[in-house]
Structures are given as C-alpha cells and as structure tokens.
C-alpha cells in the first residue's frame, strides 16, 4: 500500500509532468498501480488532496531549502545567501513543477493563495538575509525581490537557463551588496 507521501510525490510528478489538468485520481492510481480505494484511504477526495498537495509544493519548493540554509547556525548572511542560490541554482533543471503551479495558480484562487505564501515566505527570507549583510532594510526589499525576480525568471526563458548561468547571476546581484547603492550616491550629490 502506498503512503501518503506516495501519493503526494506521485501528484507532484503528474504535475510537472502534465500541468494541472493532468491531476486526476485515475493517473495517480495509474502511475502508483493502486485503487481508488487507497486514494480514498488517505485523502477525502480531490479537494483534500490538494489541499495537501500544495502544502508538499510549499515544503519542497521552499521550506526544505530555506531549514538546509539555516542547518549553519553561524554561518554569516552572505554565506547562507550563497549556500541558498546554490541549492536553488542545482535545482533549477527542472523547472516544470514551478511553471505548472504558476500556471495553475492563475486558474484557481486556493493555488493562487498558495503561491502567494510560497512567493512571500521566499522574499520574506532573502530580504531577511540581506539586511543582516548589509544593514539597510530599503536595499535589502529590492535586492530580494531582484534575487527573487532572477530565480523565477530563470524558469520561464525558453530555453531555461542551466545551473552555471543561474548561479553566475546570483553572484553578480549579490555582489550589488557591497556597491554604493544609486540612490544614495545621487541623494549626496
């Protein structure tokens, strides 16, 4: 018998694989082998499926990097941002998970809500990290959503960019940090 997470992972598969429209219990059951009966043993149908199934999205696609990061109690910011941007630049491979969700997320308004907390938990952490490097909140709101901005963007250029090329744009947004910031300089001037 499969297991819930059996069962979610198979979701998250047939997502990537076949966006939303895909989801249905007769390809789960089909790609697990199993009845409809085992679906039914652990979820009350589609709805609850989904439900649980989006909370697995949000704990692969972000919790699950964000609680490696900070495994390093005290690694310093920069550290913990690069170690991210590593982790985010390996898996960016396959992209098709976080296309299909975003893509899903413009049709229905609980996976919507879902990436919003997806997409503010991400930003929350970034602009987090970067006010403990560089001390400035202002900065630290822009920056975040420029690093954010890159990684979601890396996905959906045709074709998407590899690990290598991902990885050299972070260290080029994150080396902004120790550069003046523009604004300041034409305040002073």
Request: glycine content about 4%; overall charge neutral; proline content about 7%.
């Given at each position: 018998m499969a297991s819930k997470q059996d069962w979610l992972d198979a979701g998250l598969a047939i997502l990537a694989e076949h966006g939303a429209p895909g989801l249905t219990i007769?390809?789960?059951t089909d790609r697990l082998g199993l009845s409809k009966g085992s679906f039914y043993h652990h979820f009350k149908g589609m709805a609850g499926y989904r439900t649980s199934?989006?909370?697995?999205?949000a704990d692969q696609t972000t919790l699950r990097f964000i609680d490696l990061v900070e495994r390093e109690p005290g690694l310093p910011a920069r550290d913990r941002l690069r170690l991210l941007t590593d982790l985010v630049s390996a898996e960016a491979q396959s992209p098709a998970l976080e296309i299909a969700v975003r893509a899903w997320a413009q049709q229905d308004?609980?996976?919507r809500a879902a990436q919003e907390?997806?997409?503010?938990?991400r930003t929350e952490y970034l602009r987090e990290l970067w006010v403990e490097m560089?001390?400035?909140?202002?900065?630290?709101?822009?920056?975040?959503?420029?690093?954010?901005?890159?990684?979601?963007?890396?996905?959906?250029v045709v074709p998407p960019l590899t690990p290598p090329e991902l990885r050299d744009l972070f260290n080029a947004a994150i080396g902004l940090a120790d550069?003046?910031?523009d604004r300041s300089e034409r305040k002073r001037k």
């Open positions: 007769e390809r789960l199934l989006l909370d697995r999205i308004p609980e996976v907390r997806i997409d503010r938990t560089t001390g400035d909140p202002d900065k630290a709101a822009r920056m975040s959503r420029l690093l954010y901005l890159i990684a979601v963007g890396a996905d959906h550069r003046p910031d």
